[in-house]
Nanobody, 121 residues
Framework: QVQLVESGGGLVQPGGSLRLSCAASGSIFSISVMGWYRQAPGKQREFVATITSGGSINYTDSVKGRFTISRDNAKHTVYLQMNSLKPEDTAVYYC???????????????WGQGTQVTVSS
């Protein structure tokens, strides 16, 4: 049973920083893409950033220059360093990972339970 567990959310003032972590555990043969998505109240879930096992990275335009995604392949963990936070960054942040549990199985997408990030003075 594969699980993704996020941590690091919280309340921060505008201009502040937070670092999110997401660790995958269970039966894992390989992980291809890991990423972060977010969902604000009353809005659809949206893409924030992704990183491949080879280190290729993509960001949504609104976070470029402020957020940094990284991963530790040995620990099956992805991070999101968020700087210069704005009130519009307030959302539940979800971790996503495409995982192959055995060499013979296909890749399956998994989601974490979400962690709340609130940017407010």
């Amino acid at each position: 049973q594969v699980q993704l567990v996020e941590s690091g959310g919280g309340l921060v003032q505008p201009g502040g920083s937070l670092r999110l972590s997401c660790a995958a555990s269970g039966s894992i043969f390989s992980i291809s893409v890991m990423g972060w998505y977010r969902q604000a109240p009353g809005k659809q879930r949206e893409f924030v950033a992704t990183i491949t096992s080879g280190g290729s990275i993509n960001y949504t335009d609104s976070v470029k220059g402020r957020f940094t995604i990284s991963r530790d392949n040995a620990k099956h963990t992805v991070y999101l360093q968020m700087n210069s936070l704005k009130p519009e960054d307030t959302a539940v942040y979800y971790c996503n990972a495409y995982i192959r549990e055995t060499p013979l199985r296909g890749t399956i997408g998994y989601w974490g339970q979400g962690t709340q990030v609130t940017v407010s003075s």
